[in-house]
């Protein structure tokens, strides 16, 4: 079993920036890609970013240039850090890990709230 504790949503007024955290019960080096994803009152979950084992990552074009996600192996944690923020980011954010035997994993969720 694995288990993802997120933390660091909240609200913001647009063109700020939050930082997400994502700690994970194991050693992050067991997983082939780590990520967030995000769900929108009323719209599918989609995916906002994904980093694999050896740190290539992929943005959603609607977050490309403005999210940045990093990892931490000593601290098992993948980091979004979220700048310039605006209210279409507003949504639910998970975090999601993939290992080879054990499956995939989701976190409880955060909440971020973007004010115009």
């Known amino acids: 079993q694995v288990q993802l504790v997120e933390s660091g949503g909240g609200l913001v007024q647009a063109g700020r920036s939050l930082r997400l955290s994502c700690a994970a019960s194991?050693?992050?080096?067991?997983?082939?890609?780590m990520g967030w994803y995000r769900q929108a009152p009323g719209k599918q979950r989609e995916l906002v970013a994904t980093?694999?084992?050896?740190?290539?990552?992929n943005y959603a074009d609607s977050v490309k240039g403005r999210f940045t996600i990093s990892r931490d192996n000593a601290k098992n944690t993948v980091y979004l850090q979220m700048n310039s923020l605006k209210p279409e980011d507003t949504a639910v954010y998970y975090c999601?890990?993939?290992?080879?035997?054990?499956?995939?994993?989701w976190g409880q969720g955060t909440q971020v709230a973007v004010s115009s």
């Open positions: 194991i050693s992050i080096f067991s997983f082939n890609a």
């Open positions: 980093i694999t084992r050896g740190g290539n990552a």
């Open positions: 999601n890990v993939k290992h080879s035997v054990l499956g995939d994993y």
